[in-house]
Each structure stands twice: as structure tokens, then as C-alpha cells.
């Protein structure tokens, strides 16, 4: 048996977790020493890839993945949605049998992916709502090709973004959802009737919110106010500092709630390499600068993110000055939700820990140590 003690960033008041590798949380009382904070780990519902680790290069290797999966962990997060954007049927399905097989023969990545997460290719083929997904593979809904992705990943695929434009969408959505599915609503330029009846069908998530989305829109009524009123749907947001002006990150989770609300990094492949310029199979010539925004080269554009949840977390406590139990719950309890329940430190919960600092003027949060699963894995 294993004990931990740590600053609660909830309550503010020194916690003891006791555990065993692979077994539940046993205990958690108030009490012990601490000199860092003590919770569970991050969950990160979209992940393209980080640290030169790229999910969608049209050629990904398992190791790929465990390499990925490590990078991950270093920064606390402790289960992650391996996400797999538009492409050919075909790259699709060589990158869910490339994720399927690292979490078969590897122990980490069997631990840390909660499931895949499929960005596309059901999204709107016009350019601003489409972002740096590719034209030429954008495609309307199919059933049918869903169940093959089910099939290939064995039953990995979790979570499937879409534009909710497309004709006979409704249908598509009641029929994924029944497979256990969730469906998020993302690079669109739907209607707003066109997403109450996504959200009517099951549809429970908003992608990335703000973001994938045209350069201009009508003041009222649009998609976004749509998506921001709809119970039904919690809103992903990413809190990076590049992708939402602080005004309108601010705007958002007040809108939606705390309770409804989920940070995501969508960090690509590029973050956590050195700034500079960069040549990507999706997005040309991109700039990564020293402040964390990349974007495509000599344009006022974003090419993708490249902060890692972490970052994230330290970022939005800074625009939206909330505190860092309410930041930590956007992080870990409330996409834990889209992930098999994962990111809640209670008895009978596995023991996927984190513990870390908070230094001055810095962009992250130390970590110290991870423990996954009960085993401890960094530090």
C-alpha cells in the first residue's frame, strides 16, 4: 500500500491518498505533509500529437503512440483521446489500427487512452470552418463507415466530431450515439436550428468553441451563441491564450458554466519543440514563436496549437482570473466525463495522481510526480 500526501488544490487543506498499483483508491483523509499540490491527473480530449509525435502523418507507427503517450505524462496528464483529424478512409483507419495495436502491447498506452477521438471528416468542406483539415476528404456522414472505424480500432473510437449542416444528420447522430459514441459539433458553419436539432439527436459536446469557424460571421444569430446557449452541450474550450482573446474566453465559461465547460490543449505535434520555422504536411510553412502560438508563416493565421494541458491550465487561470481548483476541475472531472469517467481523486477511483508546484512567472506547472494507475511513472 501507497501513501501520498499533497496540497488539495480544491479545498486548499493537506490530503493523504492511500493505494495499491491497479487497485482502486483505498482511502483519502485530511492530514500529512506536503510542500506541492496533490490531485488527480489531466484529461485531454483532443490530442493530435506533441513533442515531434505526430498522429496524423498518413504513416503512424505504434511507437508513435507509447512515445507520445510518455510525452504526455511528463505533464501530468494521465489519460488523453488520441485525436485522428480528416483523411481518406484509408489514413484513417492505418492510424485507429496504429493506436489499436500500441495499446495492446503496451501497458501505458493502455492505462492513459480513455478511447479515439475522430476530428472529421463530417465537417463543412467551406474554408474558415474548415481550418487546416483537407478539402479533398471532407465527405457527409456515413454510418457505415463509422462501424468500420469501430471495427479497426476495436472499439476505441469514442467521440466523432461533425458539421451538423449535412443533410440526414439527425439520423446519423442517433444511430452513432447508440453505439456509445459521442458526438461533438465542430468546424461548421451549421445553422443555429441546424445545431439545437444536433443537440436534440445526442449530439453533447461543442469542439474547440470559437475556433474551426469563419472569420466573419453574422452578429446574430450564428452558431456560436447557439452553441453557448444549449444545455445540452458542454463546451470544449482551448485555453491557450492564442486561440480565445481573454474577453471571449471569459464570456464563454460564464455563458456555459463552470459545470459545462472542459479545457483542451489540441496540441499538435509541434508543441514543446523550439520555436522556428517549420514545414507540416497539413497547415505548409508554419511559425512556432517563443510565446507558444503557431501559426502559418507570414499571415495572421493559426496553424494549430502548441501548448500541452498543462500550459493550458496556467494560461487560464491568468485571462480569466479563476481559481486554481475551479481551472483544475475544467481539466480533470469535467472531460473526465467524455472519459470513462476518469479524473476524479476519490475511494474506488483508480489512482491516476499527479503531484506538482505552482512557481511565479512561470508558463506550467512543475510536476513532480505521476502515478498512473496506481504505479508511479515520473518523479
Known amino acids: 500500500m501507497t501513501d501520498i500526501s499533497g496540497i488539495d488544490p480544491y479545498t486548499g487543506k493537506v490530503q493523504t491518498v492511500s493505494f495499491a498499483g491497479g487497485t482502486p483508491v483505498s482511502a483519502i483523509f485530511e492530514g500529512g505533509e506536503a510542500d506541492c499540490y496533490l490531485a488527480p491527473g489531466l484529461v485531454d480530449i483532443q490530442v493530435n500529437g506533441y513533442a515531434g509525435f505526430d498522429l496524423n502523418s498518413g504513416k503512424l507507427e505504434p511507437e508513435t503512440v507509447s512515445s507520445l503517450a510518455r510525452a504526455m505524462l511528463a505533464h501530468g496528464v494521465t489519460s488523453f483521446?488520441?485525436?485522428?483529424?480528416?483523411?481518406?478512409?484509408?489514413?484513417?483507419?492505418?492510424?485507429?489500427?496504429?493506436?489499436?495495436?500500441?495499446?495492446?502491447?503496451?501497458?501505458?498506452?493502455?492505462?492513459?487512452?480513455?478511447?479515439?477521438?475522430?476530428?472529421?471528416?463530417?465537417?463543412?468542406?467551406?474554408?474558415?470552418?474548415?481550418?487546416?483539415?483537407?478539402?479533398?476528404?471532407?465527405?457527409?456522414?456515413?454510418?457505415?463507415?463509422?462501424?468500420?472505424?469501430?471495427?479497426?480500432?476495436?472499439?476505441?473510437?469514442?467521440?466523432?466530431?461533425?458539421?451538423?449542416?449535412?443533410p440526414e444528420t439527425d439520423a446519423f447522430i442517433h444511430a452513432v450515439v447508440e453505439m456509445g459514441i459521442t458526438i461533438a459539433i465542430g468546424h461548421t458553419d451549421a445553422t443555429p436550428e441546424q445545431v439545437h436539432a444536433a443537440a436534440a439527436a445526442g449530439a453533447s459536446l461543442s469542439t474547440h468553441l470559437g475556433n474551426g469557424a469563419a472569420a466573419m460571421l453574422p452578429r446574430h444569430p450564428n452558431f456560436i451563441w447557439a452553441q453557448l446557449v444549449d444545455e445540452r452541450l458542454?463546451?470544449?474550450?482551448?485555453?491557450?491564450?492564442?486561440?480565445?482573446?481573454?474577453?471571449?474566453?471569459?464570456?464563454?465559461l460564464r455563458a456555459k458554466g463552470l459545470e459545462s465547460s472542459v479545457l483542451v490543449s489540441d496540441v499538435a505535434s509541434l508543441g514543446g519543440l523550439k520555436p522556428g520555422l517549420y514545414t507540416q504536411a497539413i497547415g505548409g510553412q508554419v511559425e512556432l514563436t517563443a510565446d507558444g502560438r503557431l501559426g502559418i508563416a507570414g499571415t495572421p493565421y493559426l496553424a494549430g496549437a502548441a501548448r500541452n494541458l498543462n500550459e493550458g491550465i496556467v494560461s487560464t487561470m491568468g485571462l480569466t482570473g479563476l481559481s486554481l481548483g475551479d481551472v483544475?476541475?475544467?481539466?480533470?472531472?469535467?472531460?473526465?466525463?467524455?472519459?470513462?469517467?476518469?479524473?476524479?481523486?476519490?475511494?474506488g477511483k483508480r489512482a491516476d495522481i499527479v503531484r506538482f508546484r505552482i512557481n511565479p512567472g512561470?508558463?506550467?506547472?512543475?510536476?513532480?510526480?505521476?502515478?498512473l494507475n496506481g504505479a508511479k511513472v515520473v518523479g
Do not use: C
Open 81 to 166: 483521446l488520441p485525436t485522428v483529424i480528416t483523411a481518406s478512409e484509408a489514413d484513417i483507419v492505418q492510424a485507429l489500427s496504429a493506436i489499436r495495436s500500441a495499446v495492446d502491447s503496451d501497458m501505458i498506452v493502455r492505462n492513459m487512452v480513455a478511447g479515439i477521438h475522430v476530428e472529421g471528416p463530417f465537417i463543412s468542406p467551406e474554408d474558415g470552418p474548415r481550418g487546416a483539415h483537407p478539402r479533398e476528404h471532407v465527405r457527409a456522414p456515413d454510418v457505415e463507415e463509422v462501424r468500420r472505424w469501430l471495427v479497426t480500432s476495436g472499439g476505441l473510437v469514442s467521440m466523432v466530431t461533425l458539421s451538423p449542416h449535412w
Open 234 to 252: 458542454t463546451a470544449a474550450l482551448i485555453g491557450d491564450g492564442h486561440h480565445l482573446p481573454a474577453d471571449t474566453l471569459k464570456a464563454m
Open 328 to 347: 483544475f476541475r475544467l481539466a480533470t472531472e469535467n472531460p473526465g466525463r467524455f472519459a470513462k469517467g476518469r479524473g476524479k481523486l476519490a475511494v
Open 362 to 371: 512561470q508558463s506550467s506547472l512543475e510536476i513532480v510526480d505521476v502515478w
